[in-house]
């Protein structure tokens, strides 16, 4: 299967959900956006995953596993974030063992495979189909118009008030959603946008 490569783009505080964050995955050939809602204690993992110069008094979970895979000669090989289903999605860590080469292959939250995945400096892929079902494509050309933070969560997105809008005006909504850290709107807008896009084709 032809697997697309991910690179991390950033962890921010989600404005949809209280207490939680939004780890901001990219395809960078296609640069479509993949958000994952993750907890805190993942979000600081991962960040402290990302700074190699910063380390905790005491190990942190994912640094303790890290630490008993390579205690057992294994090497993390990569994740794949292969599937979501209502919102969640799911990942397999891929594990090899340095003498055999034999591959384990394990379950796991997406966020908790991240922060394995950073501290092994192994690649994280997922599939066209989840870059399909989830993905947020930005357009380059940005519209001039803008639109207060205020303004968009003021207007009724979440009924049929998205289906009376021109496309345009749309693409402009999930351009400021994606800025706002909206993803729940976001996808809703881009599942909105691709039906109007295929119906036109």
Same mark, same amino acid.
């Given at each position: 299967?032809?697997?697309?490569?991910? &690179? $991390?783009?950033?962890?921010?505080?989600?404005?949809?959900?209280?207490?939680?964050?939004?780890?901001?995955?990219?395809?960078?050939? *296609?640069? $479509?956006?993949?958000? @994952?809602?993750? %907890?805190? !204690? +993942?979000? #600081? *993992?991962?960040?402290? %995953?990302? +700074?190699?110069?910063?380390?905790?008094?005491?190990?942190?979970?994912?640094?303790? !596993?890290?630490?008993? @895979?390579? /205690?057992? =000669?294994?090497?993390?090989?990569?994740?794949?974030?292969?599937?979501? &289903?209502?919102?969640?999605?799911?990942? =397999?860590?891929?594990?090899?063992?340095?003498?055999?080469?034999?591959?384990?292959?394990?379950?796991?939250?997406?966020?908790? /495979?991240?922060?394995?995945? @950073?501290? !092994?400096?192994?690649?994280?892929?997922?599939?066209?189909?989840?870059?399909?079902?989830?993905?947020?494509?930005? +357009?380059?050309?940005?519209? +001039?118009?803008?639109?207060?933070?205020? *303004?968009?969560?003021? *207007?009724?997105?979440?009924?049929?008030?998205?289906?009376?809008?021109?496309?345009?005006?749309?693409?402009?909504?999930?351009? #400021?959603?994606?800025?706002?850290?909206? !993803?729940?709107?976001?996808?809703?807008? #881009?599942?909105?946008?691709?039906?109007?896009?295929? #119906?036109?084709?």
């Amino acid at each position: 299967m032809d697997y697309k490569e991910l &690179v $991390i783009r950033g962890i921010s505080y989600s404005q949809t959900q209280s207490g939680a964050y939004a780890l901001l995955l990219e395809h960078v050939q *296609s640069g $479509i956006k993949l958000p @994952v809602v993750i %907890g805190n !204690f +993942e979000a #600081q *993992s991962i960040s402290l %995953g990302l +700074e190699k110069d910063i380390h905790p008094p005491r190990p942190l979970t994912h640094d303790l !596993f890290t630490r008993f @895979v390579s /205690a057992v =000669n294994y090497q993390m090989v990569s994740v794949l974030i292969y599937q979501i &289903v209502d919102g969640v999605f799911f990942s =397999n860590m891929v594990f090899k063992e340095l003498n055999t080469g034999d591959e384990l292959l394990l379950d796991a939250r997406t966020s908790d /495979a991240v922060a394995m995945a @950073v501290r !092994f400096s192994a690649p994280i892929y997922t599939t066209e189909q989840v870059l399909n079902e989830a993905g947020i494509l930005l +357009e380059i050309e940005q519209p +001039e118009r803008t639109m207060t933070k205020e *303004s968009h969560e003021g *207007s009724d997105l979440g009924s049929d008030g998205i289906y009376n809008l021109p496309l345009e005006q749309l693409q402009v909504l999930l351009d #400021q959603a994606v800025k706002d850290e909206d !993803f729940d709107t976001a996808l809703e807008l #881009q599942e909105e946008i691709k039906k109007r896009r295929k #119906q036109t084709d």
